[in-house]
């Protein structure tokens, strides 16, 4: 599940300034077997950590349909269709869901790791006659971040990153890899699960200050910023710290601030089954442009921070072609590489969610 899809267009370029557990060790002593960079065809080892589970989605003809998905799980699905080999940390249960998730992320070339949980968690969506969702939740989180090792990109966001009991496990993974890794955040909030909205939007805050790359949705702005514009937050973030802080805009395409620019790319039509998992999608081909351009490890500020404009519109326009795809089918079921690199998308009204 995920945020608006944006594409291609033409570029404008502004110059501007609940299963609770006990908390795992702070020091995340490596667990034997976690490390796998050898796996990386272009050796960098990068880390998704967040939830997985099954999307029971109904639709507006009544139909039901089960699925794997979850945010960060789309976004290592998509890093993987488009041959990133990445890893999950997540928590899935040793049930007949978690052995449909578990399979799902293989065929998709993603390794999860984590142990096993109680449960695997599910996560109901019900569709408008716009394919617009809305969203209810039962979590599990038991996750063992000591299983995280030490990845060249780590990506986090969503309810693991906001929500107890795996919200301080995340924090302190991303101090560990500041500067040692590219550290992306995508907030993604889900406004249904949280009973302590002071809490969480701190939480948020000081996730981005402390990420190099940021993407939210303008539905994230509203909630952590009511009252501003997504471009005015987005220079607030950029100035907080992230190197490159991207905000979709579902139909009407992403903003993108970084190094005192602000570059604007417009919605591409197409016909919308459905908008889950199309802002998962823009995520993880991003972070796959990022990767293309050497953003990983200790050198990945030094490469976010030389990017101009037309490498950034490239990277943008790249990510909302492939959430393009993603809402013109149904469910959360990212491009492989080869439909990312072939024929546009079909045209018809601009995807939003």
């Known amino acids: 599940m995920g945020d608006p899809p944006t594409s291609p267009g033409s570029p404008s370029v502004n110059s501007a ?3 609770e557990r006990s908390e795992v060790d ?3 002593e490596v667990a034997p077997g976690s490390g796998s960079a050898s796996i990386h065809p272009d050796g960098a080892d990068i880390l998704v ?6 999307d029971v989605v109904t ?3 009544g139909s039901v349909d089960e699925s794997p998905g979850g945010s960060p799980a789309n976004v290592a699905v998509t890093l993987g269709r488009l041959g990133r080999a990445p890893r999950l940390l997540c928590s899935l249960g040793d049930d007949a869901s978690g052995t449909t998730v578990r399979e799902w992320l293989g065929s998709s070339q993603v390794r999860q790791i984590g142990g096993v949980a109680t449960r695997t968690s599910t996560a109901t969506a019900t569709l408008d006659r716009a394919g617009a969702a809305r969203y209810g939740f039962d979590l ?6 000591r299983a995280a090792g030490e990845p060249d990109l780590v990506h986090v966001g969503s309810i693991a990153a906001v929500l107890p009991p795996s919200a301080p496990d995340v924090a302190r993974l991303v101090d560990r890899c500041r500067g040692r890794a590219l550290v992306s955040v995508d907030p993604n909030i889900r406004p249904a699960l949280v009973d302590e909205p002071v809490g969480v939007r701190a939480r948020v805050e000081s996730l ?5 790359v940021v993407k939210a949705s303008d539905d994230d702005m509203r909630w952590l910023h009511p009252g501003e514009t997504p471009a005015e937050v987005a220079r607030g973030w950029a100035a907080a710290g992230p190197a490159l802080v991207v905000v979709t805009l579902g139909r009407d395409g992403a903003i993108a601030v970084f190094d005192d620019t602000e570059l604007r790319i417009e919605g591409v039509p197409v016909d919308v089954v459905d908008t889950v998992g199309a802002g998962d999608t823009f995520m993880g081909a991003l972070l796959d442009a990022l990767v293309e351009a050497g953003a990983v490890g200790s050198d990945a500020r030094g490469v976010l921070e030389r990017l101009d404009a037309s490498m950034v519109c490239a990277a943008l326009e790249r990510a909302a072609r492939a959430a393009a795809i993603t809402v013109g089918r ?3 079921d990212p491009p ?3 439909e990312l690199d072939g024929p546009a998308p079909c045209p018809g009204r601009s995807g939003g969610a």
Do not use: H, K, M, N
């Open 140 to 145: 599990c989180w038991e996750a063992d971040f």
């Open 208 to 212: 981005i200050a402390r990420a190099d």
């Open 17 to 19: 300034p609940r299963s």
């Open 330 to 332: 149904a469910g959360a």
């Open 26 to 28: 702070t020091q995340y």
């Open 49 to 54: 950590v967040g939830e997985a589970l099954v």
């Open 336 to 338: 492989t590489r080869l």
């Open 59 to 61: 639709r507006a003809d």
